[in-house]
């Protein structure tokens, strides 16, 4: 791949993962933006874990509005992706 298709790339992959549809569940789109996440990062683009849990908290539809506030009581220190995955799988059972 040549630098300028390299650079389109990382900015169709950025963009998708700026983009993901709030019309999937929660756990199927943090689940895509994880896989966005990987893809970037073998294109050496880091996110880090803040930005891909406000991301994927933004995205929340409005009916998550209990599981945001809910979010906002958790420490800062356990506001992990991997935390927000469990407590998005548990809220869809």
């Keep these: 791949m040549d630098s300028d298709s390299s650079t389109l790339y990382k900015q169709h992959t950025l963009t998708k993962f700026l983009k993901v549809a709030k019309s999937q569940s929660p756990e199927q789109a943090m ?3 994880e896989e966005l996440v990987r893809c970037l990062h073998d294109m050496k683009v880091t996110l880090d874990g ?11 539809p ?5 599981f945001k506030k809910a979010w906002d ?6 506001q992990t992706r991997e935390m927000l995955m469990s407590l998005l799988k548990k ?3």
Excluded: G, H, Q
């Design 31 to 33: 689940m895509e933006m």
């Design 50 to 60: 803040a930005t891909v849990v406000t991301k994927v908290i933004s995205s929340l």
């Design 62 to 66: 409005e009916d998550y509005r209990a």
């Design 73 to 78: 009581s958790v420490l800062e220190a356990n």
């Design 91 to 93: 809220d869809e059972l």
